[in-house]
């Protein structure tokens, strides 16, 4: 499975994101409280906003302009208005870098 180096794994603080963007595409990158890292679309379904202005919390991140939460592992929404998942990726870590795979 190909993978792309995204950043250092030290660039992104736990419970946290970082914004990356590859061609027209743009990811939320989340470090989570397991030491775990994860992508996630960084637009959210509802509102079409950026991650930018967010509140992370244990494995959820919750978008400001409508309070509307998600579980950032698996991109499962929690309630309204929010009513459409975030697509996830897969995250790897080697070499102390966050890689992202493509199947």
């Known amino acids: ?3 792309i180096d995204v950043c250092s794994a030290d660039e992104i603080e736990r419970e946290d994101l970082i914004r990356w963007d590859n061609g027209d595409s743009t990811f939320a990158i989340y470090f989570g409280t397991d030491c775990d890292f994860c992508f996630t679309d960084e637009l959210c379904t509802h509102g079409k906003v950026h991650v930018a202005d967010r509140l992370v919390m244990d494995d959820q991140i919750e ?5 509307g939460p998600f579980v950032f592992r698996s991109g499962r ?5 929010v009513c459409e ?4 990726c897969p995250a790897k870590f080697a070499d102390g870098l966050v890689l992202m795979s493509f199947e």
Do not use: G, R
Request: charged share 10%; hydrophobic share 35%.
């Open 77 to 81: 929404t929690l309630h309204a208005p």
């Open 85 to 88: 998942d975030l697509v996830t």
């Open 63 to 67: 978008y400001p302009k409508h309070i």
């Open 1 to 3: 499975m190909p993978c």
